[in-house]
Each structure stands twice: as C-alpha cells, then as structure tokens.
C-alpha cells in the first residue's frame, strides 16, 4: 500500500512530533517534513518531496495559518491542508476554509479520527466532519441576509457538483458520469471561474450557499 506523505506546520515541537508518530505507527503515513510556522515551510518545501495533505496549525508566530493556507494553495493547490486548531469557534473555521483548508479538525481529536480525516482529505480532496458542517450551515444561515448572485449551471455541471459532495474522486466521478476525465477537469475550472474559488471544498461551500446542493 502506498503511503500517504504528509508536512506537519506547527509553532511545538513536541506536537509536531508526537502527532508524526502517531500517524507513521498505522503504517499508512509518511511524514515527509516538519515546520514550525508559513515561513519555514516556505523554505522547507522546495527540499522535500512533496507532501500530499498538510496538517496546518492556525496560531503561529511570523506566518500564522491563515497565510500559510493561502500561500499553499496559490503555489501548490494539488496540495490538501487539513487545519488542526485548539478553536472550535466559527470564525476561524470558516476564514481556513475560504482560504483554501480542505477541512478542520481539533487538536484534542483521537488519533484514529485525525487518521480517518488524512486518508479522506487525500482521497476527495475535502473532509467535512460535524464540526465543520454545523458551523458552514450556521454561516450560510447568517449570510442568507446577503442574496447571491445567481449562478447558472447546465445538467452535467449540477450533476457534477452534486457528486463533488460525495466520496468518489474526480476519477470515479468521470466514470460514473460517462465522461472523460478532461471533461470533468473542464467542469471543475468552469466551476471554479464561475464561484470564484480554487478548491474542492469551496465548491461545496458555494454549492450549499447558492442553495444548489444539499449535504
């Protein structure tokens, strides 16, 4: 089985560590480096094969998460950033998710579930456990004041994105729809131009504030 290679970006060093071992002893992970805040890893990830899934801390000194998301996104946006946070309070779950994280979870979470989310996020490309989804729906709530604008989508881009809010690849779903995978891979782009967004997860967030897919 393939591992799956991660970079931990986090301001202690005995999390960094203790989460690395944790992850490597189920044998389906590969920590290929650590970081201690956006900055080192900005020098550290053009010396190390790149990571598939970043576990990204929010609170660090010189370039805190927030940054950091953002930067690995614009440089690297195969990449999935999954945030880990003492905070379970809404604001900073939502701004890492508009800046790119593929999903969220607390640094109090068991090992075998911090496994699960890695494996999913590097599998779909976004992971949306209940933390992340009550408070999506409690902001698309508070937004709902705010009227979007009306996006127009045809079948095969609804359908595409309805199936973007399940766990099949874009592989899976190029299968399932009958199409190739370029076409698919034009859905997405065309998605993205049309939300403004560049990431799995922010087409489920727009689809649910659009009103155009539930979960």
Known sequence: MEKIA???VDDHTLFRQGIGYLLKESGEIEVVF??????????KIGAYPLPEVILMDINM??????????WVKLNHPQIKVLALSMH??????IEMLKNGAG???LKKSKAADLLNAVRTLANQGFFINELVSERLMRNIHNDQQVKPASIVLSTNEH????LCCSDL???EIASLMNLSSHTIDNYREALFQKFGIKSRTGLVI?????????I
């Open 61 to 70: 000194p010189i370039m805190d998460g927030y940054e950091s998301t953002k």
């Open 206 to 214: 727009s689809g649910l504030k659009h009103g155009l897919i539930k």
């Open 34 to 43: 650590e970081a201690s805040n956006g900055e080192d890893l900005i020098k």
């Open 159 to 162: 359908r595409f994105l309805e």
């Open 103 to 105: 999903g969220y979870m």
């Open 6 to 8: 991660i970079a931990i």
């Open 88 to 93: 379970d309070e809404d604001k900073p779950i």
């Open 169 to 171: 690849t874009y592989k």
